[in-house]
C-alpha cells in the first residue's frame, strides 16, 4: 500500500488545479497569494478494532514570498483522549457543551482517539517532528523557498474514538462511522503565518487542493464522502441508478476511491444501512442522501419511525429549493455534487457535503440541512478562517439560511431575524456579550461564541442592509462571492467590497460592530409645535452611531419618509420604498449626540413618528423610538 516504491513518487494525475497565486490577475489584494496541496492517501480499515493504517503523500507548494523551514501538522483525533486541551477546556469552562462535559475524560484506551506517525520524509530525506497534542511541528530537512514544491511521505495510523464531537464511531443515533478530521492535515499559511491552533472543539482552515483518497473497508459497508467516487462499477453500488447494478468483486474488503479538486478537506462516513438517493438541481448538482433505513424513533419522541423515514423520503424537494434559491441570490454552487449524510452529532459542514442527525421533524430536518448546505458557499468557496472570522462563517450562513427556511415554510412572510435580534439582547443585558473579532476558541463562555457567531453575524449582514440598503447588500453578496471565491476573504475584504457597491464609507460599521461591544440606543426625545410646522429632536443614547429612517405618519394615513445620513458614510442608500415619499436631510456628524429636524407640518397633523420602522437597526431600547400623539 506504500505510495513510494524504489524512490519514484506514484501521483495520480487526473486533473489540474489552479491556485491563485502573488501574481494573480484576480487576487483583490495587492500582492495576494496563497498556499496549495494536492493530498494521495490511501488507508487500510479494521471495523473491529476501529483503527485504521494510512499512507499519504502530501505535494505542498509555498506560494508566499516567505521561505518556510518548518510546518505544521493538525491531529485532531488526539483531541479525544484524557487530558486533552480539548478535554480540560470542556471540564472547566462555565457553559460547557452538552454533548462533550467530561466525556472525554472518561473514555477506555480502546475508546479514546489518536493519530500516530510512524514516518516521513521530505522528498525522499527523514525529518523529526515534535507532537503537542492536536499539533505536529515537523523541522524541515531543507527550508521550502517561494515558489517551491515538495514530496511529503507519511505512514501513520489512527483509532476512531467514540462518538462526542463531530467525528467518531457509534453516534448516538448508530451509525458506524462519521469520519471527520480523519487524516494528518496541513496546517494553513497566510499573510498572517502559521495557523497551528490546537484543536478544542471550535472551527477549522485548510489549503486548497486536490484530495485522491483509496478506502479500503469491510464490504458490507457503504462509504459516502465528499469527493466524486471514480468506480462505483467496482464497488457494486449503483451510484447512478441506485441499484446494485453488478457483481461486487470476492474478498473480506471493498476498495472505494474517491477523487476531487479545489478542496480544503475531505470527509467521509461508513455504515452498513444506509440507503442512498439522489436527485438533480435544475442546472445545478446532483445531491446525494446517505441515511440509515432503521431510524431510532426513541431520539425524536414525536416522531415514529415511519415519520422519520418520510422526512428523509421528503427532504430531497426541500434541498432542491434550498440550492436554487442560493444559486440565484448568492451566486452559483461550483461543484457538480453534494452529499447530505446522517451521521455526527448535530449538524457540521464539509467544502461538498455534511454530517447531520437525521431522527428530527421535518421542519428541523429541513432547517439543518439548509443550514449547512449554505456552509458550502462561505466555509467551503469563500473558505473563511472560521478561528477568527467565525462571525462571518456563521453569521453569513444563518442570515441566508434563514431567509431560504422564511420561504420555504412562511412563503417569504414576515420577519425571519426577529430571533436572532431578540437573543443579541438578551445577551446585552445580562452583560456577558464579548467582541466578535477573537479566536474562536478563546471566547470566556460557549453561549458569549455562540451569540457573537451566529447571532450578531446574522445581525451584521441585515443591520447593513438597512445601512445600504436590501438590493446594495443583495448585489455585494453576489459580487463579494464571485470575486473572492477559493480565496480565504477576511472581513475587511468585504467591507471594501460593499463599499465599492453602496458608494459608501462603511469601514466605522465594521469596526464599532464588529470589534467592540458598544451598542445602538436611539431615541425621539422631543416633538414641539413651532407655529406650522413641528420638531423633532433625537438623542443618540447608545456609542454607536447610525444613520436614522425617521417615519411620519400624518392623519390622512399618509407615511413620509425623512432620512438622515451619518456623515462618516460620505454616501447614501437607495430609496427602498419609492412608493412613500423621502426627503434627505443633512448628515448627522457622528460626534454629535442630538439632532433636531423640522418637519413641514403642524403638531396637529401628525398622528405617529418612529425611528427604523423595519427594526433592522439592532436598537436596545426600543421604548423611546415612537411618538404618539395623544390626541389620536
Known amino acids: 500500500m506504500r505510495l513510494l516504491k524504489d524512490g519514484l513518487f506514484i501521483i495520480l494525475i487526473i486533473g489540474t488545479i489552479q491556485i491563485a497565486s502573488a501574481d494573480s490577475a484576480e487576487a483583490q489584494r495587492y500582492g495576494y497569494w496563497q498556499q496549495e496541496v494536492e493530498y494521495t492517501m490511501e488507508v487500510d480499515f479494521d471495523v473491529d478494532s476501529h483503527r485504521f493504517e494510512g499512507d499519504q503523500l502530501l505535494e505542498y507548494t509555498n506560494h508566499s514570498p516567505d521561505t518556510l523551514d518548518r510546518v505544521f501538522y493538525h491531529l485532531y483525533f488526539n483531541a479525544f483522549q484524557p487530558g486533552s486541551m480539548m478535554d480540560v477546556r470542556s471540564r472547566t469552562i462555565e457553559d460547557p457543551d452538552q454533548r462533550v462535559r467530561d466525556r472525554i475524560y472518561h473514555l477506555d484506551e480502546d475508546e479514546i482517539g489518536y493519530q500516530k506517525v510512524h514516518s516521513l520524509t521530505q522528498n525522499g530525506e527523514s525529518v523529526t517532528w515534535k507532537i503537542r497534542d492536536t499539533v505536529m511541528e515537523v523541522e524541515l530537512a531543507e527550508p521550502i523557498l517561494p515558489?517551491?514544491?515538495?514530496?511529503?511521505?507519511?505512514?501513520?495510523?489512527?483509532?476512531?474514538?467514540?462518538?462526542?464531537?463531530?467525528?467518531?464511531?457509534?453516534?448516538?443515533?448508530?451509525?458506524e462511522y462519521s469520519m471527520a478530521q480523519w487524516y494528518p492535515k496541513m496546517a494553513e499559511y497566510d499573510f498572517m503565518g502559521w495557523h497551528a491552533h490546537p484543536y478544542i472543539g471550535r472551527e477549522f482552515h485548510g489549503v486548497f487542493g486536490t484530495f485522491d483518497v483509496t478506502i479500503h473497508i469491510d464490504r458490507d459497508y457503504v462509504v459516502a464522502a465528499t469527493g466524486y467516487l471514480q468506480n462505483p462499477e467496482e464497488v457494486g453500488y449503483g451510484y447512478e441508478t441506485e441499484e446494485m447494478t453488478v457483481q461486487r468483486p470476492e474478498g473480506d474488503k471493498l476498495t472505494w476511491h474517491f477523487r476531487t479538486d479545489l478542496q480544503h478537506d475531505f470527509m467521509w462516513a461508513a455504515d452498513p444501512d444506509y440507503t442512498h438517493v439522489t436527485a438533480q438541481v435544475p442546472d445545478g448538482p446532483k445531491l446525494r442522501f446517505f441515511y440509515q433505513t432503521d431510524p431510532v424513533a426513541e431520539n425524536a419522541p414525536d416522531e415514529s419511525q415511519e415519520e422519520l423515514l418520510e422526512n428523509w423520503e421528503r427532504?430531497?424537494?426541500?434541498?432542491?429549493?434550498?440550492?436554487?434559491?442560493?444559486?440565484?441570490?448568492?451566486?452559483?454552487?461550483?461543484?457538480?455534487?453534494?452529499?447530505?449524510?446522517?451521521?455526527?452529532?448535530?449538524?457540521?459542514?464539509?467544502?461538498?457535503?455534511?454530517?447531520?442527525?437525521?431522527?428530527?421533524?421535518?421542519?428541523?430536518?429541513?432547517?439543518?440541512?439548509?443550514?449547512?448546505?449554505?456552509?458550502?458557499?462561505?466555509?467551503?468557496?469563500?473558505?473563511?478562517?472560521?478561528?477568527?472570522?467565525?462571525?462571518?462563517?456563521?453569521?453569513?450562513?444563518?442570515?441566508?439560511?434563514?431567509?431560504?427556511?422564511?420561504?420555504?415554510?412562511?412563503?417569504?412572510?414576515?420577519?425571519?431575524?426577529?430571533?436572532?435580534?431578540?437573543?443579541?439582547?438578551?445577551?446585552?443585558?445580562?452583560?456577558?456579550?464579548?467582541?466578535?473579532?477573537?479566536?474562536?476558541?478563546?471566547?470566556?463562555?460557549?453561549?458569549?461564541?455562540?451569540?457573537?457567531?451566529?447571532?450578531?453575524?446574522?445581525?451584521?449582514?441585515?443591520?447593513?442592509?438597512?445601512?445600504?440598503?436590501?438590493?446594495?447588500?443583495?448585489?455585494?453578496?453576489?459580487?463579494?462571492?464571485?470575486e473572492w471565491k477559493f480565496k480565504h476573504p477576511t472581513g475587511a475584504d468585504f467591507i471594501r467590497t460593499m463599499e465599492r457597491e453602496s458608494g459608501m464609507q462603511l469601514y466605522w460599521y465594521y469596526e464599532y460592530w464588529v470589534k467592540t461591544t458598544r451598542t445602538i440606543n436611539y431615541g425621539i426625545d422631543r416633538v414641539d409645535a413651532r407655529e406650522n410646522n413641528t420638531d423633532v429632536k433625537i438623542a443618540r443614547h447608545g456609542q454607536i452611531p447610525m444613520p436614522i429612517d425617521l417615519v411620519v405618519e400624518l392623519d390622512d394615513g399618509s407615511l413620509h419618509h425623512f432620512y438622515i445620513p451619518l456623515l462618516i458614510m460620505f454616501g447614501e442608500k437607495e430609496h427602498e420604498n419609492p412608493e412613500i415619499p423621502r426627503t434627505k436631510l443633512e448628515p448627522w456628524p457622528w460626534v454629535n449626540p442630538d439632532y433636531t429636524l423640522t418637519l413641514p407640518w403642524g403638531i396637529e397633523s401628525i398622528r405617529r413618528i418612529e425611528i427604523d420602522p423595519s427594526m433592522r437597526m439592532a436598537d436596545i431600547d426600543r421604548s423611546h423610538n415612537v411618538w404618539i400623539n395623544e390626541e389620536y
Open 315 to 482: 427532504l430531497p424537494e426541500y434541498t432542491i429549493a434550498a440550492f436554487e434559491y442560493m444559486n440565484e441570490h448568492f451566486g452559483e454552487y461550483p461543484y457538480d455534487e453534494y452529499v447530505v449524510i446522517q451521521g455526527g452529532d448535530g449538524g457540521m459542514e464539509y467544502i461538498m457535503g455534511t454530517l447531520i442527525t437525521g431522527n428530527r421533524t421535518l421542519r428541523s430536518l429541513v432547517g439543518v440541512t439548509v443550514h449547512e448546505l449554505v456552509h458550502a458557499w462561505y466555509q467551503g468557496v469563500l473558505a473563511f478562517n472560521e478561528s477568527y472570522y467565525h462571525w462571518m462563517d456563521e453569521g453569513f450562513t444563518s442570515y441566508a439560511s434563514a431567509r431560504i427556511m422564511n420561504q420555504l415554510f412562511e412563503g417569504g412572510e414576515g420577519d425571519p431575524f426577529s430571533g436572532s435580534y431578540n437573543n443579541y439582547f438578551q445577551i446585552v443585558a445580562m452583560g456577558i456579550e464579548e467582541p466578535m473579532v477573537q479566536h474562536a476558541d478563546h471566547f470566556e463562555r460557549n453561549i458569549a461564541y455562540s451569540v457573537a457567531s451566529y447571532v450578531k453575524g446574522m445581525i451584521f449582514l441585515n443591520q447593513l442592509g438597512y445601512i445600504t440598503g436590501r438590493d446594495a447588500l443583495d448585489r455585494g453578496l453576489k459580487r463579494f462571492y464571485y
Open 147 to 175: 515558489g517551491e514544491t515538495v514530496h511529503f511521505e507519511m505512514e501513520f495510523e489512527a483509532q476512531v474514538p467514540v462518538q462526542i464531537r463531530r467525528t467518531g464511531r457509534h453516534n448516538a443515533e448508530g451509525v
